[in-house]
């Protein structure tokens, strides 16, 4: 690509943003598209850096008369993204950014369960004192669903807990050092103490989790979903919660974000729910456009991308 300028337009006003696309090269044009702003009738680009859900100029910008031949979602999934409108161009999303503070946030999930944290904690004296009914991770079944960085991260971490983990993962293939494949959901379901949900939201992970598969779990099950609602049937959950199958639901992802007033998964006393913020850390925005920038750089070399979106499976 480097033989030639290239124009990238963005729908995005990221900081310091001319400077870092111009130490890649001075003859990549950043053309920025500001809010609701008429488009230029003869505005062309080779890029489009646009973010991961509908915005009004994006079927404009994705006319095939503007020219962008790589589209780059700014987020980690295109689940609210109108893959309809992409055609055969080549689609990016920064994957993995949230790798590691979602798989932290799933060890203190794990941890607080097993330590019964805030429970244990006193503010008068208590019954006993030096005495508790503590669990151990050491020993425990954890079963992932998808095994992408998310999930990755994850394993690595419980496998350093001395936990056995499984993974249930769309295509056959080599799984890292300690990690089992499971041979379906609900054989996963039923091996698991704990169920770690970290796959993308595509119609064939659509309520993975309903009262059919839910059926088949192992009794005190406990759920940490930190992908997308819609992997769960919220119906059928209650249900397991109700009859003890599930026995307590960490759910940082559910469906609509958020619950309505009044919702029964702000009342529930074996649910722990959480406003979607798993993947926050320090400097979250800047991964994410660091991602960007190695992608921009590999692509003005003519190098393979990193990121890249499968359109007909949906992530």
């Given at each position: ?123 008068a004296p208590p019954a006993n004192w030096h005495f508790a009914n503590l669990a151990s991770l050491a020993g425990q079944r954890l079963g992932l669903v998808g095994l992408g960085a998310i999930g990755t991260a994850v394993a690595r971490r419980a496998r350093a807990f001395d936990m056995q ?93 958020p619950p309505p007033a009044g919702h029964w998964l702000y009342s529930h006393p074996q649910v722990r729910l959480s406003p979607h913020v798993s993947w926050s850390e320090p400097g979250a925005m800047a991964v994410l456009e660091q991602l960007f920038y190695a992608n921009l750089e590999r ?17």
């Amino acid at each position: 690509m480097s033989a030639q300028r290239l124009r990238l337009i963005s729908v995005l006003q990221l900081p310091d943003m001319a400077e870092r696309v111009a130490a890649i090269s001075p003859d990549i044009e950043l053309i920025q598209v500001q809010g609701d702003a008429p488009l230029p009738a003869d505005l062309r680009g080779d890029i489009l850096l646009t973010l991961a859900f509908p915005t009004p100029h994006l079927p404009a910008l994705l006319n095939p008369a503007r020219g962008v031949r790589w589209v780059h979602v700014f987020g980690t999934g295109v689940d609210s993204f109108p893959l309809e409108l992409v055609g055969d161009r080549v689609l990016t999303c920064s994957r993995g950014a949230s790798g590691t503070p979602i798989a932290e946030w799933v060890m203190a999930m794990l941890l607080a369960d097993a330590k019964q944290l805030p429970r244990v904690w006193v503010q008068a004296p208590p019954a006993n004192w030096h005495f508790a009914n503590l669990a151990s991770l050491a020993g425990q079944r954890l079963g992932l669903v998808g095994l992408g960085a998310i999930g990755t991260a994850v394993a690595r971490r419980a496998r350093a807990f001395d936990m056995q983990v499984s993974a249930l993962v769309r295509r056959p293939r080599a799984l890292p050092e300690g990690v089992a494949a499971a041979g379906s959901i609900e054989a996963l379901l039923a091996e698991s103490d704990y169920l770690v949900l970290a796959a993308p939201a595509t119609p064939a992970t659509h309520h993975l989790l309903n009262r059919r598969t839910l059926a088949a779990a192992r009794p005190g099950l406990r759920l940490i979903n930190v992908a997308r609602g819609s992997l769960v049937d919220h119906d059928a959950l209650r249900q397991a919660l109700d009859s003890g199958t599930v026995a307590t639901a960490y759910l940082d992802a559910v469906e609509p974000e958020p619950p309505p007033a009044g919702h029964w998964l702000y009342s529930h006393p074996q649910v722990r729910l959480s406003p979607h913020v798993s993947w926050s850390e320090p400097g979250a925005m800047a991964v994410l456009e660091q991602l960007f920038y190695a992608n921009l750089e590999r692509y003005w070399r003519g190098e393979p991308l990193a990121g890249l979106v499968d359109q007909q499976a949906g992530y």
